[in-house]
């Protein structure tokens, strides 16, 4: 496998009411991680971590397996894309480069132009006048144009049309079609993940759920479905985040325990959305 471009150790931080508890993964160069979790999960403060933009209790932050705090000018390999649009809404588009390439030594003011006609972005438009999906893409123009390796996008997609959404997942593939480059991605958009993503790391109340290939997520975890006559304490040992109704429940599981299940249940390929949602009730058990 490929060098690690993003690794993360025993990251912590501590607030009143919530804990990022040592939670450890990595992202290799060439790929594409998806970072879910419900909201308030962790995973902005895991971003915010990585940018420096909070202080971190404990743990290792290696980018381009160097220690960001030691090497400051790292920072100019990783983009950062969030979900707020932070250009002055009085700008035009021309304006934003006149302002923001001067903080990067490899701003390539070619790259910049290709993506403002490739994503149809009139320089002389006020940024107040674009729509959200024209915003994110213009973020994106940005983002891309010094060159950087390490691509880290906070819920970029919310709001977006399917169509925008379609076209950003494009650009990321294209972005790490060289093989150098790797994109760390939050969202609440599980979809987007089963389009675009070669890795999960799955955030549970600041915990790490679960985190590696995507493909094994979906190999190790599965659904049980049947009546609520089917339940035992024997069997609900293994099962996790049981949720009952009048007509029956639905649990996620081991494939390991399958051998436990009657023959009366119905075992189905998990999806992402169906993990996020049993983690949510394992809360109550």
């Excluded at 160097?66 to 809404?89: G, M, P, R, S, W």
């Excluded at 609900?236 to 949720?243: A, C, S």
């Amino acid at each position: 496998m490929n060098q690690n471009i993003l690794e993360i150790k025993n990251l912590t931080k501590e607030f009143d009411n919530f804990k990022l508890d040592n939670v450890s993964f990595h992202l290799p160069t060439g790929y594409i991680m998806g970072l879910v979790g419900k909201n308030g999960a962790g995973k902005t403060t895991t971003i915010k971590l990585i940018l420096e933009l909070l202080e971190k209790d404990q743990g290792v932050i290696q980018v381009f397996g160097q220690n960001i705090i030691q090497h400051y000018d790292l920072k100019q390999d990783i983009a950062v894309v969030f979900d707020e649009v932070f250009f002055v809404e009085d700008w035009k588009i021309s304006d934003v480069e006149a302002a923001i390439s001067p903080f990067y030594i490899n701003w390539d003011t070619h790259i910049f132009q290709n993506y403002l006609k490739q994503f149809h972005l009139p320089t002389q438009q006020k940024i107040k006048a674009l729509s959200r999906g024209m915003k994110m893409k213009l973020m994106l123009a940005v983002a891309l144009s010094h060159k950087a390796r390490l691509l880290i996008l906070d819920e970029p997609t919310s709001g977006l049309d399917p169509v925008a959404r379609d076209e950003l997942l494009d650009i990321l593939l294209h972005y790490i079609e060289d093989e150098q480059n790797s994109v760390l991605f939050s969202t609440h958009i599980t979809s987007d993940l089963d389009k675009i993503a070669d890795f999960l790391t799955i955030l549970d109340n600041g915990n790490i759920f679960f985190t590696g290939y995507k493909d094994e997520l979906f190999e190790k975890y599965c659904i049980v479905k049947g009546g609520i006559d089917n339940l035992n304490q024997d069997i609900e040992k293994y099962l996790m985040g049981i949720q009952k109704n009048s007509t029956g429940f639905s649990a996620l599981l081991d494939v390991k325990n399958m051998k436990y299940m009657n023959g009366h249940m119905v075992i189905e390929e998990a999806t992402i959305d169906d993990i996020l949602i049993h983690i949510n009730h394992m809360e109550g058990e």
